[in-house]
């Protein structure tokens, strides 16, 4: 079983940037594939970024690549999202998710997730 929580997220300016983090409990956080989802109002839950149990390795969407980076520290038990130059179409529920295994990019094959954390982006 994993718990993850999210943290990070709140209003910045078109432009700007926010660091998103997943904390996780339990013993197993270096097992797990990590991801980041979001999902605006009306629209179905689509991926952002994932990355290896061992970080290695990372996918991102296309609408973020460039932007966004993916990183985890196993000692600590967390997951970040480092979003740059947020744009008017990033505002969103943010959730980070685990998989047991490898990397992965839909939300099915995510085992376990977080409640979520909001960003906004004002113009």
């Known amino acids: 079983q994993v718990q993850l929580v999210e943290s990070g997220g709140g209003l910045v300016q078109a432009g700007g940037s926010l660091r998103l983090s997943c904390a996780a409990s339990?013993?197993?956080?270096?097992?797990?594939?990590m991801g980041w989802f979001r999902q605006a109002p009306g629209k179905e839950r689509e991926f952002v970024a994932a990355?290896?149990?061992?970080?290695?390795?990372?996918l991102y969407a296309d609408s973020v690549k460039g932007r966004f980076t993916i990183s985890r520290d196993n000692a600590k038990n967390t997951a970040y999202l480092q979003m740059n130059s947020l744009k008017a179409e990033d505002p969103a529920v943010y959730y980070c998710?685990?998989?047991?295994?490898?990397?992965?990019?839909?939300?099915?094959?995510?085992?376990?997730w977080g409640q979520g954390t909001q960003v906004t982006v004002s113009p």
């Open positions: 998710a685990a998989a047991l295994g490898r990397i992965q990019t839909r939300p099915y094959e995510y085992a376990y």
């Open positions: 339990g013993r197993t956080f270096s097992s797990y594939a």
């Open positions: 990355i290896s149990w061992g970080g290695g390795g990372t």
